[in-house]
């Protein structure tokens, strides 16, 4: 299941090739006699100095590797730095990740491990989204303490409070109990509860200088590993809509929403076990996502 369960979660606030050269090229004809036994003509007589010829020839071959070699740099160029890809109805391009040289984020806070100081460009809107995708699925979410940690680094100033607010109303000690949890987000004793979002690809839907709007693809792992867990850990797929804002030289969220799919079919393969689940969220670290 999704971070909120299978309802729709909705909205929380409002490339020519080388140039070629004067020489002309010419044919030379090895001599007729003297010939060997096997009919081959007799070998010409090495040069101190190559031909002009085989200059040219040679120059060419060179300036052609170089500009294969520069062609395939990158998957090509772009204004955001992404490689090209097939689009939709609206000429949105579905563009590879694809590196540009670019650092895509200055650094991660130290207390909750999630990046902060994207640039300013289409690219770090999207960065920013997927890692925010993933603040916001992860089991911190409900804890109220944790929470309120992770709310001001990914929210705008103006709204953390109200964020805070609602989030906690989302997160009540009756909604945390269907999922098996206490007041505090914290599973019984000798099981272990998974939360974990991963960004499958973003799109950018609306773009501006100081806002944007995101859709990140998800897929993720949700529930209660261990003996006697009513709610154990399946896989789920969802889209999460974040509406960015420029806000204190970085990215920040003024609202999301989240809503079911795509989501492909099911592989027919046997689930792990509890204690094999609970083995991989510990041993298994999260990314920085960048676009």
């Known amino acids: 299941m999704s971070p909120h369960g299978d309802d729709h979660y909705d909205s929380y606030g409002g490339d020519h090739g080388p140039a070629g050269t004067d020489g002309r090229l010419t044919r030379t ?26 200059l040219t020839v040679v120059t060419v071959v060179v300036l052609l590797i170089a500009a294969i070699a520069f062609a395939n740099r990158g998957g090509g160029d772009s204004d955001d730095g992404d490689g090209g890809g097939s689009g939709d109805a609206k000429g949105n391009q579905a563009q590879s990740t694809a590196p540009t040289g670019e650092r895509p984020v200055k650094g991660k806070d130290t207390t909750t491990g999630i990046a ?46 109200r964020m805070q607010s609602e989030l906690d109303r989302a997160y009540t000690k009756d909604s945390l109990a269907e999922l098996g949890l206490d007041e505090n987000g914290k599973a019984p004793k000798g099981q272990t509860y998974v939360s974990r979002t991963a960004p499958v690809g973003t799109k950018i839907t609306d773009y501006a200088n100081t806002t944007a709007t995101v859709e990140v693809w998800c897929t993720g792992a949700f529930g209660t590993a261990g003996e006697g867990s009513k709610t154990p850990v399946a896989n789920d797929w969802f889209t999460t809509t974040l509406k960015l804002r420029w806000s204190n030289n970085d990215w920040k969220v ?7 799919g795509p989501a492909p079919v099911n592989a027919d393969r046997t689930a792990s076990t509890a204690e094999e689940i609970t083995k991989a969220v510990e041993e298994y670290g999260g990314f920085t996502y960048a676009r």
Do not use: C, H, W
């Not at 003024?254 to 079911?260: E, M």
């Open 29 to 54: 004809r090895l001599p007729d006699g003297d010939g060997d036994a096997f009919g081959t003509g007799r070998r010409p007589r090495p040069t101190t100095k190559p031909s002009r010829s085989l």
């Open 116 to 161: 902060t100081g994207f640039p300013r460009t289409e690219q770090g809107a999207q960065s920013a989204a997927a890692n925010y995708a993933v603040a916001l699925g992860s089991a911190e979410m409900y804890n109220r303490e944790r929470r309120r940690e992770i709310v001001p680094l990914i929210f705008a100033s103006n709204a953390v409070a």
């Open 254 to 260: 003024d609202s999301f929403a989240q809503k079911n």
